[in-house]
């Protein structure tokens, strides 16, 4: 059994880290020496097999939305091990130290976009959301009349968008609230994207990868509204970006209204690649919520990889305020920490997996109680890493 031990990346194993990134991501070629291959907002891990760098990955200090309140989540990237040394589990063992690390330093929950969606639920990952993607005719936008002005931002007022993220973090669960780094990264720093917004104040944002040709397909980057109004604003905007293009491609959460109110045929709505989620901390996580009724259920978290996670939790609420302890009583129900992410989150919801006979309770009432703890909703992290 050869000797396997994760650590925060300092200078002494940054060439093997730059090795990991050149053979995984860079086939084969070399990384600068100057080259910064962590961003700003990033930190290193790397597995050393018998004292030698075997694999890396780089977390991004994020956060994640519940209600009015964030939860810190890494977000996890560039995964690799050298290709020798794959299959022998030094990629587990990565996953597994760095969680414990990340946990170490107040993060609540990670979060990641998977190669292989399994590879990552045995470490306690899952599906969180159902974000459409929608592909529509030119032809086939719905017309609307304009209620709001829109206008293009310049680069100097994209500072406005970020209230209005901040609001649509509070609606929808898992959004990252980006600090600066993130919010220039996603901008196009010193080359801008194009920004509309409807509005004053802003009740509606798109942003968009502009294309000079005729007749392609237009790809909207994120498209954040926070009134009917701002959503069919944007979406005329649409109908006039699409004139010379043969369609226009935006994502939706799974209460997007255009799904339900504006299908046409021949548009196409599929799932967009999900991301996943793993709670770190189970009590810390219980006590970020803002629940909007009063109750109390027992719950255990089966967490082979924390064991201080698994409780059993008695979580006594009451509108807007938990209080989490640990006791011995029986649990009223128990859920493995992939399926009590999804739940913590919303979606799919703790009542979507009872129903399923994902999550037994011995008393029904209880579910109701569970239910107004972690209630359905839907889950958006627009960021991609
Ligand atoms: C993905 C990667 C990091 C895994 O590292 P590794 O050291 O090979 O992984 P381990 O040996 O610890 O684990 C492999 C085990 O995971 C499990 N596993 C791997 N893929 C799986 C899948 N798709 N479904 C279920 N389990 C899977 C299996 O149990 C496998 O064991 P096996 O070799 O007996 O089949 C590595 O293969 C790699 O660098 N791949 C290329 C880069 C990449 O795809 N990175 C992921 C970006 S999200």
């Known amino acids: ?3 396997l031990e994760v650590l925060r990346l300092t200078d002494e194993d940054r060439e093997g880290f730059a090795r ?4 995984v991501y860079r086939g084969g070629q070399p990384t600068d020496p100057a080259e910064n291959l962590l961003p700003p907002d990033g930190e290193g891990f790397v597995v050393r097999q018998d004292g030698q760098v075997a694999g890396a990955l780089t977390a991004l200090d994020m956060t994640a939305s519940k209600g009015v309140e964030h939860l810190r989540c890494a977000g996890i990237a560039a995964v690799g091990v050298l290709p020798e040394r794959r299959r022998g589990g030094v990629g587990k ?17 990670a979060s990641l976009y998977a190669f292989r969606e399994p590879f990552y639920r045995q470490f306690g990952y899952e599906v969180c959301g159902r974000v459409q993607r929608i592909a529509c005719p030119a032809d086939r936008l719905p017309r609307f009349e304009r209620t709001l002005p829109v206008r293009q931002l310049r680069p100097d007022e994209f500072h406005l968008l970020r209230p ?3 609001l649509y973090c509070v609606v929808y669960a898992g959004g990252n609230r980006r600090n600066d780094a993130q919010w220039s990264r996603f901008l196009g720093g010193d080359r801008p994207k194009t920004v509309y917004a409807a509005g004053d104040p802003i009740e509606a944002y798109c942003v968009i990868d502009m294309s000079g040709d005729f007749w392609v397909d237009l790809f909207v980057r994120e498209f954040v509204y926070t009134s009917r109004a701002g959503y069919e604003a944007i979406l005329e905007t649409f109908r006039g970006l699409a004139m010379n293009k043969n369609s226009i491609t935006w994502l939706e959460p799974s209460d997007g209204p255009f799904f339900a109110r504006h299908l046409d045929h021949p548009v196409r709505v599929e799932l967009n690649k999900p991301i996943m989620f793993r709670i770190l901390d189970v009590p810390g996580a219980l006590a970020k919520l803002h629940p909007g009724a009063s109750g109390e259920v027992v719950l255990r978290v089966v967490d082979p990889d924390f064991p201080e996670n698994e409780g059993p939790w008695r979580v006594e609420f009451e509108y807007g305020h938990v209080a989490v302890s640990q006791t011995d009583e029986e649990p009223d129900f128990e859920l493995e920490i992939g399926p009590f992410t999804q739940a913590f989150f919303g979606e799919p919801s703790l009542r979507e997996m009872a129903r399923l006979g994902f999550v037994a309770f ?24």
Do not use: I
């Open 164 to 166: 209005v993220m901040e």
């Open 1 to 3: 059994m050869s000797d």
């Open 362 to 385: 011995d008393h029904p009432e209880k579910l109701v109680a569970a239910d107004a703890l972690l209630p359905p909703t839907p889950v958006v992290c627009w960021d991609t890493f």
């Open 20 to 23: 990991v990134r050149s053979m």
């Open 93 to 109: 063992a990565l996953m597994r130290g760095t969680h414990r690390l990340l946990r170490d330093q107040g993060f609540l929950a």
